[in-house]
């Protein structure tokens, strides 16, 4: 069965400090990983396709990187700004488009 | 990517009632799809809307329930069927855009509370 989960489930850091978000996933061939980041009351905003291992994206302050397992988004002294929940997903090959979603990782980012 | 735009935003309804939810988009979009999000889960796809006939649903979730209707490349709607205290979630509509194939983006989503 495909499978994702997200580590931690919240984080809380302070401004500047650095930090890992992960995401394990178990798919019968991947088509593709991604990341969303979804604010309180908003819907999920897309940052990321990743489709191979070894296959890096950055994209201001956040890297994401995947494995044959897993994924993760490096957030590079983070600010308040980043604070939200990140989402990661993966598609198996051969289906329609169906999304299979882990639960997110909370993160705060103190001043 | 896209604008992706649903209406209602909101709603509060009796139960036995129905919701019919739209999803607007700014281009032509190659798939539109319909997710749930209920509170402290993850996003589960309901269907895929396919344009001009019947939608394609994912196991535990049926027609009857939830009737979904996609006219043009552009537009569909999702009804909550007989709602029920535990259809109370978040609906979102979610496109793939020609120029980034498997790549999804999200609407704003319809907060609904079944009362």
């Known amino acids: 069965e495909d499978q994702v989960t997200q580590s931690p489930e919240a984080l809380r850091l302070q401004e500047g400090e650095s930090s890992s978000l992960n995401c394990s996933y178990t798919v019968s061939g991947l088509r593709g990983l991604f990341w969303y980041r979804q604010d309180p009351g908003k819907g999920p905003e897309f940052l990321f396709t990743l489709y191979s291992a070894g296959e890096e994206k950055e994209k201001e302050r956040l890297k994401a990187t995947l494995t044959k397992k897993e994924s993760f988004l490096h957030i590079t002294a983070p600010k308040p700004e980043d604070s939200a929940t990140y989402l990661c997903?993966?598609?198996?090959?051969?289906?329609?488009?169906?999304?299979?979603f882990g639960k997110g990782t909370k993160l705060s980012v103190k001043p | 990517s896209a604008v992706i735009s649903q209406k209602p935003s909101r709603d509060i309804c009796q139960r036995g009632t129905s919701l019919t939810i739209q999803c607007q988009v700014d281009s032509q979009v190659t798939m539109m799809f319909w997710y749930r999000q209920q509170p402290g889960q993850s996003l589960t796809l309901i269907a895929t809307?396919?344009?001009?006939?019947?939608?394609?649903?994912e196991s535990g979730f049926v027609i009857d329930k939830f009737p979904i209707s996609r006219p043009n490349l552009t537009f569909s709607t999702l009804t909550v069927s007989n709602m029920s205290p535990e259809d109370s979630s978040i609906y979102l509509c979610?496109?793939?855009?020609?120029?980034?194939?498997?790549?999804?983006?999200f609407g704003p989503g319809t907060r609904l509370l079944v009362l």
């Open positions: 997903a993966v598609q198996a090959r051969g289906s329609q488009g169906n999304l299979i």
């Open positions: 979610s496109v793939e855009v020609l120029d980034s194939p498997w790549t999804q983006y």
């Open positions: 809307a396919n344009q001009g006939s019947e939608a394609t649903y």
